[in-house]
């Protein structure tokens, strides 16, 4: 879609560029596609980013281009400050991070935490990225359904846990803020709490993968209701239709059909899906926002009725506090925390 702002612009047009030293930003799943982009572009603000990523030399080779040479003198992170030709730290970016971190296994993300926490004294804006689509039938380390435990539990787990830091980081100018990013594929499937885990009536790919989305924007309606009076704002966001790494196990004939020229105006580069998420997490009209769905880098509208896949606008069941805060309650008590 060539009439589609890129991450890099935004940063540009909201003068950014090398604006944000002194904060920090965590995102996950980086190794790859909108995480990846997303990082390139938020890298221009100079702010110090922690990139958490499953496989860290695959990570490595994707980032090359954003990471100096680092010892390995620590396996679970990566430090890599920008420096120029001539070896002498370089005004282009801050400071980035890799950061180990399996969001399958509620361990490998207290340990990511437990990292991150050992080398910041703060955390300004957190990204969840990372995810799966359309897997097969599976389970996650810890026995959840691999798409609604590693695209909604992991997230829930990273966000409690950094929950006090983004509390702290808090400052008048400049409120923290959490971005999910979620899909328009919520549109087909709310919270399905009598079989969370498809165990009763049979598993769907395509349902696992709604449902969880849908939990990522419940989830940020709460951070935004619950902490938004204290400076800690939740934002969803659908980045748009991207060819990514992401459709690995998504069916060959929805393939087939995203493929012919017809969906050409329909479809962004990665670059362009990450603009939105910039917007969200750096945007100036967001500060001190939150419990929206944007895309298209604006705050969207419902999808009107008879809506394609193509077509924009979220559900009306995605403002249904009711269940967003059951989910809440119950995400806690699946990831092993007391309650509130």
Not at 8 to 30: V, W
Not at 180 to 193: E, L, P, Q, Y
């Amino acid at each position: 879609m060539e009439d589609h702002p890129t991450a890099l612009s935004i940063i540009q047009t909201e003068n950014l560029t090398h604006a944000l030293p002194d904060k920090a930003i965590l995102i996950t799943g980086c190794s790859s596609g909108l995480g990846a982009a997303t990082a390139r572009a938020l890298s221009k603000t100079n702010a110090t980013l922690f990139l958490a990523v499953r496989d860290i030399p695959k990570a490595r080779h994707v980032l090359a281009d954003l990471l100096a040479p680092a010892s390995d003198s620590d396996s679970s992170s990566d430090s890599a400050p920008a420096s120029d030709e001539d070896g002498k730290p370089s005004s282009s970016q801050g400071e980035i991070r890799l950061l180990h971190m399996d969001l399958a296994s509620l361990s490998s993300i207290r340990q990511a935490v437990n990292s991150f926490l050992s080398q910041s004294d703060k955390l300004n804006v957190l990204i969840n990225n990372g995810g799966v689509m359309a897997t097969p039938e599976g389970r996650t380390e810890d026995g959840f359904e691999t798409q609604f435990g590693t695209n909604h539990l992991g997230h829930f787990l990273l966000f409690e846990l950094l929950k006090p830091i983004l509390l702290r980081s808090v400052t008048p100018q400049f409120h923290s803020r959490v971005v999910a990013v979620t899909s328009s594929a919520h549109r087909k499937s709310g919270i399905r709490f009598g079989d969370l885990h498809f165990e009763l009536g049979g598993y769907d790919p395509a349902l696992a993968y709604a449902q969880s989305k849908t939990a990522n924007i419940y989830m940020m309606n709460e951070i935004e209701r619950r902490f938004g009076g204290q400076g800690l704002h939740g934002l969803s966001v659908h980045p748009g239709l991207i060819f990514t790494g992401l459709q690995k196990f998504v069916d060959d004939g929805v393939m087939e059909e995203w493929r012919k020229p017809g969906m050409r105006p329909y479809l962004k580069t990665e670059e362009q899906g990450a603009a939105t998420v910039v917007v969200a997490a750096v945007g100036r009209e967001w500060e001190g926002k939150g419990g929206k769905y944007l895309e298209d880098c604006r705050e969207s509208e419902l999808a009107k009725p008879g809506f394609r896949t193509v077509d924009p606008g979220y559900a009306s069941h995605i403002w249904d506090q009711e269940s967003a805060e059951r989910l809440w309650e119950e995400s806690r008590r699946l990831v092993g925390l007391r309650e509130d």
